[in-house]
């Protein structure tokens, strides 16, 4: 994001200070773009009681999420096996779409078609009513944003904990990945300087 005196990675955080190859200037920047962003927000609309709107911006932080997880640069399908490994209601086969799961269901019908149609598909709803992440009534997929949130936060933390221990791999992983993802911002953000 521009600002008047550079361009920010995240809310606080300008591109050029990040050393994107250690992790002590990485890992909260990371923290702090997908919180700022994306996590923060989504919790004030919920408190507004914005669901439509919080379960569309919770989608981005999910697909961003699950990019920086999963290594997967494909965007079209990179929610399903996300959904499937770390949500468990979205890992059960969906009976009303035999040889599908239900992380295809939300894929096909909340991902594709907010981001493109501006509508979830086939009469699909966020409610912050329901008890669970996600039921089924009458052959429609219901989301509860809130809870949804609250799983994310905890899968989110979690990986932000396993990059700052154990896992060096995934932390060069996710270098590479931003370093080739934000190529030209940092470069803008460079020449600001």
Known sequence: MRQIDG??????????????????????????????????????????????AAGVLLISAIDGIAEMMLNDSKSADRLIPWLSKYVNEFSQADTDRPGRKYANTFNDFFRHKLIHNSRIAEGGQFSLLIDDIMTIKDKTMIVNPFLLL??????FDSFCEE??????????????RCLKNFKKEIELDMSWQ
């Not at 190859?21 to 927000?41: F, H, K, N, Q, T």
């Not at 609250?150 to 899968?155: L, Y």
């Not at 154990?166 to 590479?176: D, G, N, R, V, W």
């Open 7 to 52: 361009v920010y990675f995240s809310p606080t955080i300008r591109f050029g200070s990040i050393d994107f190859e250690e992790r002590s200037s990485l890992i909260p920047a990371v923290r702090d773009r997908i919180y700022g962003y994306y996590l923060d927000p989504v919790k004030v609309l919920i408190e507004r009681e914005m669901g439509f």
């Open 150 to 155: 609250a799983k994310t936060c905890q899968i």
């Open 163 to 176: 990059l700052r221990n154990t896992s060096t791999k995934k932390f060069e992983l996710l270098s590479k």
